[in-house]
Every structure is written in structure tokens, then in C-alpha cells.
């Protein structure tokens, strides 16, 4: 079985105690919320004891498909937030928000290219980026 690569980017945000307090600053409903205390799904099946998440997140994923490059989803994501600008960019007064890119590579080199505009845009909201890339192996 040949797996594809994927690429997330989403905009997740820790640090808080209920969800709908960052839902109601952003003006945006996540893609996907994470309680304390959940399991980490993909390291549960190795240890269940150690694989579980340490605090809340609220997540919201750029929309685009996971075989998309990074720069597209970007883009998409901060389509998404541009509007909000003033609420996205005071986050991290509250909050501990970043721009978070995953990458899953099983069989091809993961390159990048962003354009200085897009990192403008990531300055002006007043929010990080943080790039994990993972090689796995194929299953075939």
C-alpha cells in the first residue's frame, strides 16, 4: 500500500480553560477542538499512558486538501483570518497562538517556497510558525 504525503496547516491556539472563549474572540468556529486529557491517537497504540494531551487546543485548518503545497494552504488559511485581523492579532495576549504546518513525507523530498508576502501577512497578525516535517515509511 503506497501512502501519499499530506501537509496540514492550521491555526492552533493553547492556554485557555473553555473553548468558546477563543471562539468568541476570533470570530471563527474551529475545525477541531482538543480536551486536556485526550489521547494522542497516532502515539496512543505505543504507550496509551504518555500519549495524551497536556492542555486544550483550538484548531482551525486551512480548508485546503492535505496533498496541497504549503504555500496554497497558507494562503488559504490566512485568507480565512486576514478579515480578523485585529482579533487573530491579539491572540497571544491572551492565548498562545501559532501558524502550525505538518508534514507527513513517505516517499519525496517535502520543499517549500513562500513567498515574503505571505510571511508579511503571518507578521502582521502576530503569529508564529512552526514547521514539523516527519519522514515515515511506506507501508508497501
Known amino acids: 500500500m503506497v501512502t501519499q504525503d499530506e501537509i496540514k496547516v492550521e491555526l492552533i491556539v493553547s492556554g485557555f480553560d473553555a473553548h468558546e472563549d477563543v471562539t468568541k474572540l476570533v470570530g471563527l468556529k474551529p475545525t477541531k477542538i482538543i ?11 505505543e504507550n496509551p499512558q504518555s500519549a495524551l494531551y497536556t492542555e486544550n487546543m483550538w484548531i482551525l485548518s486551512s480548508g485546503g486538501r492535505e496533498s496541497l503545497d ?34 507527513y513525507v513517505y516517499h519525496s523530498q517535502l520543499g517549500m517556497h513562500i513567498k515574503p508576502e505571505l510571511f508579511k501577512r503571518l507578521a502582521s497578525l502576530n503569529l508564529p510558525l512552526d514547521l514539523d516535517i516527519y519522514t515515515l515509511e511506506s507501508e508497501d
Open 35 to 45: 480536551h486536556k486529557g485526550e489521547g494522542i491517537r497516532t502515539l496512543q497504540q
Open 70 to 103: 504549503i504555500e496554497t494552504q497558507l494562503d488559504l488559511l490566512l485568507d480565512k483570518l486576514w478579515p480578523l485581523r485585529t482579533q487573530v492579532s491579539d491572540l497571544n495576549k491572551k492565548y498562545e497562538a501559532e501558524v502550525s504546518v505538518h508534514g
